[in-house]
C-alpha cells in the first residue's frame, strides 16, 4: 500500500513569510509525529498525535511553529515568520502500536 | 525527559569486519529500542528493533543487544559490505508515545 508522503519536497522561503508544511500518513495509522532533522544532525522530536487525544507539544522550540490533525487523517505543520534557523528537513511518521513509518521530508529553506 | 546518546559519530571499517554502535539512555520506563539507517537524502528506514522484554534480537548480519540495568543498548553489524554505508540512530521510547533519537553514527565501509 501507499507509504507516507509529505508535500511540498522541498520549499525555499523567505525570512519572515509563514509556511504551511503536509503529511499524509499511512490509512489506519493513529500515531502521527513530525520531526526536524538538520544537516548532519539528528532528528529532533516537534510533536506527535495520537489518535482523538490532546497532542504533545512539548517538542515545538517556540510559539512560531504550530501542528493540526483532523482524526486520523493530514497532519499539517505550520511555521510563522520564519527564521534561517528553521531551515531543515521536516520529517513526518505514521504508526500504529508499533514501528514508525517515515515520510520522504520536506526540505526547508529560508533565505 | 528522555536523554540518548550516540557512540561513534564516524565508524570507518574495512568491508568483512564488524561495526558496533552503542547508545545510552536516561530514562528507565523506556520498553522500545528501534534502530534506523538513513541513506544520503533518503528517508530513515527501521533495521531491527528490541524491547525491554527482551536482551536481545537478531535478524541476518544484524544484531541489538539490550541491558536495561545499564540503560544502554548496541547495534551489531557484521560482515560488513559497502551498501552498509549510511548513517545508523538509535531511537528510545516509551509505550511508543514520542521517540527520542541518538545524534547518529556515519558508517564507512571501505571496499
Known amino acids: 500500500g501507499a507509504g507516507v508522503s509529505q508535500s511540498p519536497s522541498n520549499k525555499v522561503t523567505e525570512k519572515g513569510k509563514d509556511v504551511e508544511l503536509r503529511c499524509d500518513p499511512i490509512?489506519?495509522?493513529?500515531?502521527l509525529y513530525w520531526y526536524r532533522q538538520r544537516l548532519g544532525q539528528g532528528l529532533e522530536f516537534l510533536i506527535y498525535?495520537?489518535?482523538?487525544?490532546?497532542?504533545?507539544k512539548s517538542g515545538l522550540p517556540s510559539d512560531r511553529f504550530s501542528a493540526e490533525r483532523t482524526g486520523e487523517s493530514v497532519s499539517t505543520l505550520t511555521i510563522q515568520r520564519t527564521q534561517q534557523e528553521d531551515s531543515a528537513v521536516y520529517l513526518c511518521a505514521s504508526g500504529r502500536g508499533q514501528e514508525q513509518y517515515f515520510g520522504p521530508g520536506t526540505r526547508l529553506t529560508v533565505t | 525527559g528522555e536523554n540518548v546518546e550516540q557512540h561513534p559519530s564516524t565508524l570507518s571499517v574495512q568491508e568483512g569486519d564488524s561495526a558496533v554502535i552503542k547508545c545510552t539512555y536516561s530514562?528507565?520506563?523506556?520498553?522500545?529500542f528501534p534502530w534506523y539507517k538513513q541513506e544520503l537524502g533518503k528517508r530513515p528506514q527501521l533495521i531491527i528493533d528490541i524491547r525491554s522484554n527482551v536482551g536481545e534480537k537478531k535478524d541476518q548480519r544484524i544484531a541489538v543487544t539490550l541491558n536495561k540495568t545499564a540503560k544502554h543498548f548496541s547495534l551489531h553489524i557484521t560482515e560488513t559490505q559497502p551498501e552498509d554505508s549510511a548513517v545508523y540512530f538509535c531511537?528510545?521510547?516509551?509505550?511508543?508515545?514520542?521517540?527520542?533519537f541518538g545524534s547518529g553514527t556515519k558508517l564507512n565501509v571501505k571496499p
Open positions: 498525535f495520537q489518535g482523538n487525544s490532546a497532542p504533545d
Open positions: 531511537a528510545a521510547s516509551h509505550n511508543f508515545n514520542k521517540f527520542y
Open positions: 530514562d528507565s520506563a523506556s520498553n522500545y
Open positions: 490509512s489506519g495509522h493513529t500515531a
